[in-house]
């Protein structure tokens, strides 16, 4: 007796693995390695250097890193107190410095305007004005 195999019909649809056809598709493990290629030496070395190299280059890299990161938060902290430092120790002495330049400034004009230019500008050792030779106090033998 023959034996009847039901069909299905143009709408039914059959499961995935009857679609596909067995055969010498599947492999086993043993020919999946058989087929591929024996490593060369250098291959293998590389291999197994490569991931030394990988990991040396990422700690590296973690490191440099790192250290950018410290260097930032040192300058920011650095930046941060020395600023109002020196608006507070050394702009005070800026201003006064400035101050007293520009008061001997207006010194030396009043002498102009009062005593003339040249014998404001004359001054002897002892820092006063000298209007004639004879008042210098010279211990030259002439």
Known sequence: MAAIVATPGPGASLPPDKLLPKGDVEKTEEELEE?????????????????????????????????AQKNVQVSRTALWIGTPSFMILVLPVLF????????QQQQ???????????????????GSTFTSWKDLDCYCSI
């Open 35 to 67: 087929d591929e290629p024996d490593e060369t030496l250098s291959e293998r070395l590389w291999g197994l250097t490569a991931e030394r190299i990988w990991s040396a280059a990422g700690a590296t890299f973690d490191l440099s890193l790192f250290v």
């Open 96 to 103: 006064e410095t400035e101050k007293l330049q520009m008061e």
């Open 108 to 126: 030396l004009q009043q002498r102009q305007i009062l005593l003339g230019p040249n014998r404001a500008v004359r001054r002897n050792a002892r």
